[in-house]
Each structure stands twice: as C-alpha cells, then as structure tokens.
C-alpha cells in the first residue's frame, strides 16, 4: 500500500468541502466525525482511516475512490478510471439508475478494449473476444431498456 500524502488529501478535502459550500462543522456532522479532527485532516495533521474517507467522501457526494487516489490508497494507475467513474456518480443530471447502466456499459467497453488489446496476435481469438464483450455491451444496453433507458441514458418518450 502507498505511504499517505496527508498534506494533498486536506488541501483536496477543504477544496470540495468549499465547492459544497459546507462549513468544517457542517461536514463533520454529516461525515460523523469531530470538527477538530476534521481540522486536523484538513491541516495534513492526521492521517484519516479508509472508512473515514468513504464517510467524508458520502458527505460531499463524491466517490471514495477520488478520495483514496488522494490519499494514496489506490494506485496512481487507476486515476483516470476512477475520476472518469467519478463524473459519472456525481453527475447531477442523471437519476441513480442511470449512472449504473452508464457505469456497467463503460465497463464493458473496457474490457472489449482490454480483450482486444491481449488478442492482438490472433486475429481469430480477438474476433471471439470482440463478440463475447459485445454480448455483454448489447446485454447492458437491453438492461437499460428495461430500466426505461436508452444507453445514452436518455428517458424514451412514451406514446
């Protein structure tokens, strides 16, 4: 696991809780933590345990995953997967439903690109491996016409 950067974590923190237009103790009630250790977190003083943060990052309304990447929790690697998840879960404009086909097509989509990626030198397999994850996109988008979707996330207008 990669050491803590407390001092990027709080500077971030106070940044979202600003954008949130929240006060210290407004954030550290809804988080259930102290407002002094919430200062202190913020401050680069203290080093906030995973399950902190996901409280922290439920109280902002952003995904925990930022968060961790702040912290040094998650890998540096994983950053742009998980700020591309991110704007989708914090999107306002779209319902909860919505953001969860939307992720479980972007999921798809990576793991054709991936498929793809690991079958280059055989033609044949990757054509498999592009049919196989192409099942899976065509299930996601039947999985959102049945929630009442479109795959663009778009509500069909009803007759």
Same mark, same amino acid.
């Given at each position: 696991?990669?050491?803590?950067?407390?001092? *990027?974590?709080?500077?971030?923190?106070?940044?979202?809780?600003?954008?949130? /237009?929240?006060?210290?103790?407004?954030?550290?009630?809804?988080?259930?933590?102290?407002?002094?250790?919430?200062?202190?977190?913020?401050?680069?003083?203290?080093?906030?345990?995973?399950?902190?943060?996901?409280?922290?990052?439920?109280?902002?309304?952003?995904?925990?995953?930022?968060?961790?990447?702040?912290?040094?929790?998650?890998?540096?690697?994983?950053?742009?997967?998980?700020?591309?998840?991110?704007?989708?879960?914090?999107?306002?404009?779209? *319902?909860?439903?919505?953001? /969860?086909?939307?992720?479980?097509?972007?999921?798809?989509?990576?793991?054709?690109?991936?498929?793809?990626?690991?079958?280059?030198?055989? #033609?044949?397999? !990757?054509?498999?491996?592009?049919?196989?994850?192409?099942?899976?996109?065509? #299930?996601?988008?039947?999985?959102?016409?049945?929630? !009442?979707?479109?795959?663009?996330?778009?509500?069909?207008?009803?007759?």
């Amino acid at each position: 696991m990669a050491s803590l950067n407390v001092g *990027n974590l709080g500077e971030y923190l106070r940044e979202q809780r600003r954008q949130a /237009q929240l006060s210290l103790r407004q954030l550290a009630d809804a988080a259930g933590v102290s407002n002094p250790y919430l200062s202190q977190i913020e401050r680069g003083l203290r080093k906030p345990s995973a399950d902190i943060l996901q409280q922290l990052a439920k109280a902002l309304r952003i995904s925990a995953e930022t968060l961790y990447v702040q912290a040094g929790i998650l890998d540096e690697r994983d950053r742009d997967e998980v700020e591309t998840r991110a704007v989708i879960l914090s999107d306002p404009s779209i *319902n909860e439903r919505q953001k /969860q086909v939307l992720l479980q097509i972007y999921d798809a989509f990576r793991k054709e690109n991936a498929a793809e990626a690991d079958q280059a030198p055989g #033609a044949a397999a !990757g054509a498999e491996a592009r049919a196989d994850v192409g099942a899976d996109a065509d #299930a996601d988008v039947d999985a959102a016409a049945a929630a !009442g979707t479109r795959a663009d996330g778009a509500v069909p207008p009803t007759n």
